[in-house]
C-alpha cells in the first residue's frame, strides 16, 4: 500500500481502520490523533507517542497536512483576518472576532460559493471547489497556533478558540460530507472537543440538507434569511427558487434543538428591499413559535454592489416592530468591516 493519506481528514474511526490497513495496532489511532488535533503535530517522525517503527511505517503511507497563514491582517475592532494559500494555490480566509475574553472563528467551508446571493461577496467569485476536511479543521489549527505564539496563555488549545461559525467562504451544506467528518473531527473527545453548544452552522437554506444534518450531529443551526416573502427572497437568494419559504420553514421548525438553545436567523437590512414596517410585520408572522433570535445586520456596502445600508431610524423602528410581535432581536454591530472581514465581504482576490 504506497498511497499517502492526510491523515488531517480521518475521523477517530477512520484513523482506526487505516492504521489497521497499514499493520499498526488501531489502538494507537486516539494517541495518533490527540497528538494531531489536541497538540497540533505535524511530523509524523515527532510524534512522542508512537514507537519509532511505527513512526516510519505512518511516514511512508502518510503525511499530515497544514494551513498557514499566508497574510494576516488585524482591524481596528481587533478582529482578525487570516489568509490561507491552499496546496492548489488557491486562497481562503478565517476571521477571528474577539468578544472580551473569549473568540469566535468565523471558518470557510469552501472556495468561492455557488449560491449567488446577490448581496455576498464571496458570490461574485463563482463557486472554485470544495474544501477537504483537512482544510476545514486545517483552519482551526493554524488560528490557534497563531493565538499561541502571540504568547497569550491559556490552559487548552481549544480555549484560543472558543466558539465556531460556518459563516466564511462558501455554503458548508453544499459541501455536505466534509463538513459532517470535520464536525467529527473538531468535536471528537480526544481533540479540540468542541461541544455542540459551541459550534454553529449557517445556510443560505437548503432545506433537505438542514433535515439531514439535525439528523447526522448535534450543532446550532443559523439561517441567512434576509426576506420574509418569495419574492424578494428569490430576487436576492437564488436558492429561494429552489427551496421556497413553504419548504425551508417546515426544515426549521422541526430541527432539533439542545435545551434553552434557538435557531439564529440573519438578516441583512438592504434599504428599500427589505426594511420597510411591512417587511418587519411579515418577518415577525413567518417566524411565529419559530425559536428563535433575530440578528439584524445593517448591510456592509462595497462598491462592487449596489445595496445600501437603510439609515438608523429605519433599522429602530424595524427592530421595535419585531420586539412588539414578541420577536427577539438584536441590531448587530459590523466587525472588521475596515479589513473587509465583515459579514458577506469575504473575497479573495486571485481566485480563478
Ligand atoms: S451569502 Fe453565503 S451562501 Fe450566499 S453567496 Fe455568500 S457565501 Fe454563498
Redesign the pocket.
Known amino acids: 500500500m504506497n498511497v499517502e493519506i492526510d491523515l488531517k481528514n480521518l475521523t477517530l474511526d477512520e484513523m482506526a481502520a487505516f492504521l489497521e490497513q497499514v499493520a499498526i495496532p488501531s489502538s494507537r489511532a486516539a494517541s495518533i490523533f490527540r497528538e494531531i488535533h489536541l497538540h497540533g503535530c505535524t511530523d509524523i517522525g515527532e510524534m512522542s507517542g508512537l514507537k519509532a517503527a511505527f513512526r516510519a511505517t505512518l511516514a511512508q503511507h502518510a503525511i499530515i497536512s497544514s494551513l498557514v497563514p499566508s497574510e494576516v491582517e488585524v482591524s481596528e475592532d481587533g478582529t482578525i483576518k487570516f489568509a490561507f494559500t491552499l496546496d492548489d494555490g488557491k486562497l481562503i480566509e478565517s476571521v477571528l472576532i474577539p468578544q472580551g475574553e473569549r473568540h469566535t472563528l468565523c471558518v470557510s467551508s469552501?472556495v468561492g460559493?455557488?449560491?449567488?446571493?446577490r448581496?455576498?461577496?464571496?458570490?461574485t467569485m463563482g463557486f472554485v471547489r470544495n474544501l477537504t476536511p483537512a482544510e476545514i479543521v486545517g483552519q482551526v489549527q493554524a488560528v490557534i497556533s497563531y493565538m499561541q505564539d502571540t504568547g497569550v496563555q491559556r490552559s487548552t488549545p481549544r480555549e484560543f478558540v472558543n466558539n465556531l461559525v460556518f459563516?466564511?467562504?462558501?455554503?458548508p451544506l453544499?459541501n455536505y460530507d466534509n463538513l459532517i467528518t470535520s464536525l467529527q473531527i473538531l468535536m471528537a473527545e480526544e481533540g479540540l472537543e468542541f461541544t455542540e453548544r459551541l459550534v454553529t452552522i449557517?445556510?443560505?437554506g437548503l432545506a433537505p440538507r438542514i433535515i439531514d444534518l439535525g439528523r447526522d450531529v448535534r450543532v446550532n443551526l443559523a439561517i441567512?434569511l434576509h426576506a420574509a416573502d418569495d419574492e424578494t427572497r428569490s430576487s436576492l437568494?437564488p436558492?429561494n427558487k429552489t427551496y421556497n419559504l413553504d419548504q425551508l420553514m417546515p426544515a426549521l421548525r422541526t430541527y432539533p434543538l439542545g435545551k434553552k438553545r434557538v435557531i439564529l436567523v440573519e438578516y441583512i437590512l438592504l434599504k428599500g428591499i427589505n426594511d420597510s414596517p411591512d417587511d418587519a410585520q411579515r418577518l415577525a408572522d413567518l417566524l411565529g413559535d419559530l425559536p428563535c433570535r433575530v440578528n439584524l445586520l445593517p448591510y456592509n456596502e462595497s462598491p462592487q454592489l449596489d445595496f445600501h445600508c437603510p439609515d438608523e431610524a429605519t433599522i429602530e423602528t424595524f427592530k421595535k416592530i419585531l420586539y412588539g410581535a414578541g420577536v427577539r432581536s438584536f441590531v448587530r454591530d459590523s466587525r472588521g468591516a475596515d479589513i473587509s472581514a465583515a459579514c458577506?465581504q469575504?473575497a479573495v482576490k486571485g481566485n480563478g
Open positions: 469552501q460559493c455557488a449560491m449567488a446571493c448581496f455576498c461577496l464571496t458570490a459563516m466564511g467562504m462558501g455554503e453544499a449557517s445556510t443560505c441567512s437568494m436558492v458577506g469575504l
